[in-house]
């Protein structure tokens, strides 16, 4: 009788230990779905969506009246075209700084390597450019050309 408890508890603490480790597999390999009100906005939206949208949500939760709204476009609208202005500087710094470390790095490589690390940058800008023909449509806007809106 001691015998078969004993091989009751080995399975059940097999078991046990089998469902907890799945269970911490399937957290962290298995990508969680994000509920839309968490799920963050992959483009950028026009300018011309961008204003009403937020006097929207404020006009609504703060119960703006009609004159307040007037006031509070221009700000918001300032406030977007600031905030664009200062991503694309930011992005462009970031690509000087990247295209500066690519260069120092290849200045350290062999030959053979410089030109495998050319063809692995060939190959990121090839990826970007589907990714933008793929957000973007046919041709994908121009370095600080505005989208047109869809």
Known sequence: MGQTWKAILAFTGIFIAGAVFGGFMTLRFYPQ???????????????ER?????????AHRL???DAQKEKIRPIIAQADREMRRLR???FKATLTVSKE???QVARELTPEQAEKLEQMQQEMRERIMQD????WGERPPLPGERPSPR
């Open 63 to 65: 119960e703006l009246t």
């Open 50 to 58: 961008v204003t009403p949208q937020i006097l929207g949500r404020l």
């Open 88 to 90: 694309q500087e930011s």
């Open 132 to 135: 933008r023909q793929r957000r």
């Open 101 to 103: 470390m690519y260069a």
């Open 33 to 47: 779905p994000k509920p839309a009100a968490l799920a963050v906005q992959k483009f950028p939206m026009p300018l």
